[in-house]
């Protein structure tokens, strides 16, 4: 199993309560009904919503993770709209996780992609910050 050097295309929202205005930072996140004031002090689980791209940059390959319930993470709201993420768990990578056609090289450059299959799956230099943002009103 080769280890993933992580180059973070996308990871969806975790799930939580928000209310924001995009015209202004005036996010406020809600943890167990009191406003996050500090950061790391509310600590949350989620699922990562549609597919997240990793990258093994010196290897030249590429992976896709769709988002399932079998993909989660863990991490940390607040204040405002800043985050952090510090898990992220795939139980079976081999059902949820494939080769993409390309992967960049380490000169940043779209190449063939190296990877055949993937079998297992290593998230590595982790936390990752994370910007947070309310994609749908949760009063509807």
């Given at each position: 199993?080769?280890?993933l050097i992580i180059a973070l295309s996308a990871l969806g929202t ?69 985050g952090e993420i510090t898990s992220i768990t795939y139980t079976e990578p081999s ?46």
């Open positions: 199993m080769k280890k975790l799930g939580v309560l928000a209310s924001a205005s995009f015209a202004t930072d005036n996010t406020v996140w809600l943890c167990q009904g009191k406003e996050v004031t500090a950061p790391k002090t509310c600590l949350v689980k989620g699922e990562a919503e549609g597919a997240i791209t990793m990258e093994d940059m010196k290897e030249e390959a590429a992976v896709e993770c769709v988002a399932t319930s079998e993909g989660y993470g863990e991490g940390w709201v607040g204040p405002g709209s800043e059902k949820n996780c494939k080769p993409t056609a390309k992967a960049l090289n380490e000169a940043g450059e779209e190449v063939a992609n190296k990877c055949e299959a993937v079998r297992g799956l290593e998230i590595v230099d982790l936390p990752w910050a994370a910007l947070l943002e309310l994609v749908a009103d949760v009063n509807k």
